[in-house]
T-cell receptor, first 116, second 115 residues
Framework: SAVISQKPSRDICQRGTSLTIQCQVD?????MFWYRQQPGQSLTLIAT?????????ESGFVIDKFPISRPNLTFSTLTVSNMSPEDSSIYLC?????????????FGSGTRLTVV | KNQVEQSPQSLIILEGKNCTLQ??????????LRWYKQDTGRGPVSLTI?????NTKSNGRYTATLDADTKQSSLHITASQLSDSASYIC??????????????FGRGTSLIVHP
């Protein structure tokens, strides 16, 4: 399966500021996914990032708040903008495996964000 | 609405004991079901992936079962170790009308193994 490097692993940020999270994959993948995991909750899909096109956002998430870049097939960033304490969560990126389809979801190690 | 329900929410066992975690789902149409282990502060790591036709799949001390008729799955951990302390997440993939795979995540079972 793919290997994902996600950074930063954690950060403490002031409200009103923005944080950009990076994910680097060791192989080319078509789709990358960004998730949020709030304390005690399951993972919630924020958006799907395809190379060369705008990200597709899930209900409740908007591009102005969570802009995503996908400049090539191995890299993506998620920015959490104008942060508030409610944005404190773990943010995870995920990719499909090389075999394609659903058989190889791999997750990054996560970014633990605390907004104060 | 697609849903994945896991039980128990949390579990505490002694090292060396066995335990079983449950996952019930209402995802349709069904593609496959996965169990992930998530250590505190880390991303989820895949344990097993089961398709419709598979009833049992093992990965070391982890054995997953799937009953597609009753839409239930279980994860059995044998001879638990302290390192098994983690959250175990059940994920069910269904097919959307557009032909893409849509994952539905359970909230996870928090397992604590005490020495």
């Amino acid at each position: 399966s793919a290997v994902i490097s996600q950074k930063p692993s954690r950060d403490i940020c002031q409200r009103g500021t923005s944080l950009t999270i990076q994910c680097q994959v060791d192989s080319q993948v078509t789709m990358m996914f960004w998730y949020r995991q709030q304390p005690g909750q399951s993972l919630t899909l924020i958006a799907t990032a395809n190379q060369g096109s705008e990200a597709t956002y899930e209900s409740g998430f908007v591009i102005d708040k969570f802009p995503i870049s996908r400049p090539n097939l191995t890299f993506s960033t998620l920015t959490v903008s104008n942060m508030s304490p409610e944005d404190s969560s773990i943010y995870l990126c995920s990719v499909e495996g090389r075999s394609g389809g659903p058989y190889g979801y791999t997750f990054g190690s996560g970014t633990r964000l605390t907004v104060v | 609405k697609n849903q994945v329900e896991q039980s128990p929410q949390s579990l505490i066992i002694l090292e060396g004991k066995n335990c079983t975690l449950q996952c019930n789902y209402t995802v349709s149409p069904f593609s496959n079901l996965r169990w992930y282990k998530q250590d505190t502060g880390r991303g989820p790591v895949s344990l097993t992936i089961m398709t419709f036709s598979e009833n049992t799949k093992s990965n070391g001390r982890y054995t997953a079962t799937l009953d597609a008729d009753t839409k239930q799955s279980s994860l059995h951990i044998t001879a638990s170790q302290l390192s098994d302390s983690a959250s175990y997440i059940c994920v069910v993939l269904g097919l959307s009308s557009g032909g893409s795979y849509i994952p539905t995540f359970g909230r996870g079972t928090s397992l604590i193994v005490h020495p």
